[in-house]
């Protein structure tokens, strides 16, 4: 059974960048496509970006200046790191594998893990 | 970027209920749909694939059809552990979005 299990800093400073890492467990990262989403609090989910093992990355044009995704294979381990962060950028981060060939979504998820930008 | 709208944005019912959520697309996205069932404090859990294929493991009680720009998920008899908000996502093209969600509760 495939695990994702996201860590990293609750709290982030304003100006700073937030990273986060997931660890894949129970299978291997290559082959598919790991993305990163976040829900801010009370609203819905955002798809922030993804990462396929070979290292080609897609991110969301909203917060493509200020993203980058990476991808260790040799842990099994992902990364998001996104700069110049505001209040607006407080939410629960989640990791995700995204299935393709006729799946085509996101099959296993990480638990979330919450960040919040507040000096 | 595709806008997913979701329709009612929430809705009372009770336990046994059919229950029918639906999903537009701002333009075609074939049968690139996908839905997700969330609950507070858990991460969201896929239900149905590719418009109609039910993830392993979830409930025949769940059933999704549509194509291009209209979609449609249905509980067929609602249970207590189906109170939860729901969304739509497009995997058409990148990036990805989201349905505003459907949050479902107790009558």
């Known amino acids: 059974q495939v695990q994702l299990q996201e860590s990293g800093p609750g709290l982030v400073k304003p100006s700073e960048t937030l990273s986060l890492t997931c660890i894949v467990s129970?299978?291997?990262?290559?082959?598919?496509?790991w993305s990163w989403l976040r829900q801010p609090p009370g609203k819905g989910l955002e798809w922030i970006g993804y990462?396929?093992?070979?290292?080609?990355?897609n991110y969301n044009p909203s917060l493509k200046s200020r993203l980058t995704i990476s991808v260790d294979t040799s842990k099994n381990q992902f990364s998001l790191n996104l700069s110049s962060v505001t209040a607006a950028d407080t939410a629960v981060y989640y990791c995700?594998?995204?299935?393709?060939?006729?799946?085509?979504?996101?099959?296993?998820w990480g638990q979330g893990t919450l960040v919040t930008v507040s000096s | 970027d595709i806008q997913m709208t979701q329709s009612p944005s929430s809705l009372s019912a009770s336990v046994g209920d059919r229950v029918t959520i639906t999903c537009r697309a701002s333009?075609?996205?074939?049968?690139?749909l996908n839905w997700y069932q969330k609950k507070p404090g858990k991460a969201p859990k896929l239900l149905i694939y590719?418009?109609?294929s039910l993830q392993s493991g979830v409930p025949s009680r769940f059933s999704g059809s549509g194509s291009g720009t209209d979609f449609t998920l249905t509980i067929s008899s609602l249970q207590p552990e189906d109170f939860a908000t729901y969304y739509c996502?497009?995997?058409?093209?990148?990036?990805?979005?989201f349905g505003q969600g459907t949050k479902v509760e107790i009558k």
């Open positions: 129970g299978g291997s990262i290559s082959s598919y496509y």
């Open positions: 995700a594998r995204e299935a393709r060939g006729g799946f085509d979504s996101f099959d296993y």
């Open positions: 590719i418009v109609s």
């Open positions: 996502q497009q995997s058409y093209n990148t990036p990805r979005t």
């Open positions: 333009q075609s996205i074939s049968r690139y």
């Open positions: 990462i396929y093992y070979s290292g080609s990355t």
